[in-house]
């Protein structure tokens, strides 16, 4: 039986944007069946970068396009601002997979449900790209998703903390804002496609907050402490609000961690 970690490697490692769907899929449904063992004779390589396509380019995030959401090149540039997040968040997902080692089958079967709903979410947006004459690779991109990825890989804890609860949890801040001005233009299809992806974006979240608060659980650490203090270890970034409480409590934030979040963004400012 092959082991689930080598096939989430190579999901993780593939470069083709097509082929990292397909085996997205095939490995997702593979699991379900009960056709992986979760036994390896190698351990996790070091971490590096991810299987991903020559384009696009990556820059530092001041030397991302900016999006007028009132033009349609400013609409361009967020739609692929968002794709490169799902991209990211499809590799992240199956990195977690294969990484950590010997948990519990359900931190599998969460990570693995959320690398196919970032696959689908990709999948949408890049046909909402293609209707403008555009594709993934197009613009240039940032990598602050995958430098976090690498910060936190030699432990799942700090990894849930961080990258699902930080990074990611960030899209449920904005994107309500995004929704309502693009409503505003008349711009319905992105709108759907935004809105599906909050509604999904809660739910990988709170899945980040359940594994933190186990592996804080598992090590007799507070999870409201643990979270503040890898905040100021680790997240040297610009934290601004407004926060969305009510997504970032239906996704597993307690008050003490939100109240967190506020003074970092006031220690930030």
Known sequence: ?????????????????????????QTATAWRKGLFSLESANNPEPIDEPGRPARPGLVTPGNVPKRRLGTKSGLVALIHAVIHIEF??????????YRFRYLPEKFYSDWIHVAEEEAYHFQLLRKRLNAF???????????????????????PMVRMALVPRVLE????????????????????????????????????????????????????????ETFRE???????????????YEARQQAGFTAIELKALENMEISKS
Request: net charge negative; glycine share 8%; proline share 2%.
């Open 169 to 224: 949890a960030r899209g449920l801040d904005v994107t309500p804002g995004i929704i309502k001005r693009l409503h505003s233009t008349g711009e319905v299809e992105t709108v759907a496609i935004l809105e599906i992806i909050l509604r999904d974006e809660i739910g990988h979240v709170k899945i980040g907050s359940h594994w933190f608060k186990y592996f804080c659980d598992k090590r007799g650490l507070s999870s409201d």
């Open 230 to 244: 890898l905040l100021k270890q680790y997240y040297t970034g610009q934290l601004s609000g407004p926060f969305h």
């Open 1 to 25: 039986m092959e082991s689930l970690y080598e096939a989430a490697n190579r999901c993780l490692q593939t470069c083709e944007i097509e082929e990292k769907l397909r085996l997205t899929q």
């Open 88 to 97: 990211n968040a499809i590799n992240l997902a199956w990195d977690a997979v």
């Open 133 to 155: 004459g555009h594709d993934y690779g197009d613009l240039p991109a940032h990598n602050g998703l995958w430098e976090m990825a690498k910060k936190t890989a030699f432990d």
